[in-house]
């Protein structure tokens, strides 16, 4: 006795397939979606439960002995949590957070597919930052009655720190460039809520307007050097590396795009990016020179008959007719043009700062 057996045809099982197939393409990307979405969310979790560690850190801090200066915590792709902080559940792979001494917290991690940050004055996360980009937001810029101080130098906050006011120059002020690290300033000038300062003496060591070595780096030939010619061309390399190398841990000043331009016309525009600290023009201490309020422009300088170091310091200014010489302040009191640029053994930097009213 046969059987009447009969099966699937070919283009039934096609159709099957097809369907199967229709299916698939929309499941899959929305089951992906759903992935995707579930990590975002988790990932965004993260950053709130960090968040919230980094507060309580700081809450932590007070009930001891306080922040004397800002915590940062640094994640790696081993996932562990960083020593010092009470945080549970999944780690970032990558990223940093940071914890101001005034308890603002702001971060930037990644897990390797997405990135979020949040600033130090944000109340929400940005997790649409660009992995690529992954970096801590730029601190709010301190304003200068947040950061002046009182010490021997001056014994109280002058009133041309709040905004409305103006500073006349040659105002004193001591300011905390770093937490725990106090210096004393004295106003070049205060115009548009800016007022720009000068400390009351060298940084570091002496050192060169520009020397041989980052001349010839610079493009400038050997010949040049050796015949005292367009020594000036290419700006005070050597004293502004110095400057900001001196100065690139004072973190409580904000770190600025500078375009140093040599107001006697010598050199081409130097871009400086992200530097806290420049060097004065022979414009702004002629200006000085003119209201007579320049005397202490040459605090803590000594004149060649004491035969102590330092002598003066360098101004962004070449020599408009002599290419091989430079203008600086002088322990004598006055600007001048007297010596090479590559004299190193009397001459150093003084910083000049800008901060906001």
Excluded: H
Aim: some cysteine.
């Amino acid at each position: 006795m046969k059987l009447n057996q009969k099966g699937f045809t070919l283009i039934e099982l096609l159709a099957v397939i097809v369907i199967l197939a229709i299916i698939a393409l929309i499941a899959v990307p929305v089951i992906m979606n759903i992935i995707t979405s579930a990590r975002k969310s988790a990932f965004e979790d993260t950053s709130y439960g960090l968040i919230s560690a980094g507060e309580m850190y700081y809450a932590q801090a007070l009930l001891e002995n306080g922040m004397t200066s800002d915590k940062e915590f640094t994640f790696t792709e081993d996932g562990k949590v960083p020593e010092g902080l009470n945080v549970k559940g999944s780690m970032p792979t990558s990223g940093s957070m940071k914890i101001t001494t005034d308890g603002k917290v702001a971060l930037a991690i990644s897990n390797g597919s997405m990135c979020i940050t949040k600033g130090y004055d944000d109340s929400q996360i940005d997790p649409e930052v660009d992995v690529e980009n992954c970096v801590l937001p730029a601190e709010p810029a301190k304003t200068i009655s947040e950061l002046a101080r009182t010490n021997d130098f001056v014994s109280s906050v002058n009133v041309c720190a709040v905004a409305g006011t103006t500073c006349t120059p040659g105002t004193k002020f001591a300011i905390e460039v770093v937490p725990n690290n106090i210096q004393n300033f004295y106003v070049v000038s205060d115009a548009d809520n800016t007022v720009t300062l000068i400390m009351d003496r060298n940084i570091g060591n002496t050192v060169a307007w520009i020397n041989n070595e980052q001349f010839l780096e610079a493009g400038g030939g050997q010949n040049d050097w050796d015949t005292f010619q367009n020594r000036n061309v290419y700006g005070p390399i050597t004293a502004i590396n110095y400057l900001e190398t001196q100065t690139s841990s004072w973190t409580n000043i904000e770190a600025k795009d500078y375009t140093l331009t040599d107001d006697q016309g010598q050199y081409s525009d130097l871009q400086r990016i992200g530097v806290r600290a420049r060097m004065i023009t022979k414009t702004e201490v002629d200006t000085l020179n003119e209201t007579g309020t320049n005397s202490w422009l040459y605090d803590n300088l000594n004149s060649f008959d004491e035969l102590v170091v330092p002598y003066g310091y360098w101004t962004s200014s070449g020599n408009a007719e002599y290419s091989g010489l430079t203008w600086f302040i002088y322990g004598g009191g006055f600007i001048t043009f007297d010596y090479a640029v590559d004299y190193n053994s009397g001459f150093g930097v003084r910083p000049v700062i800008e901060i906001s009213k």
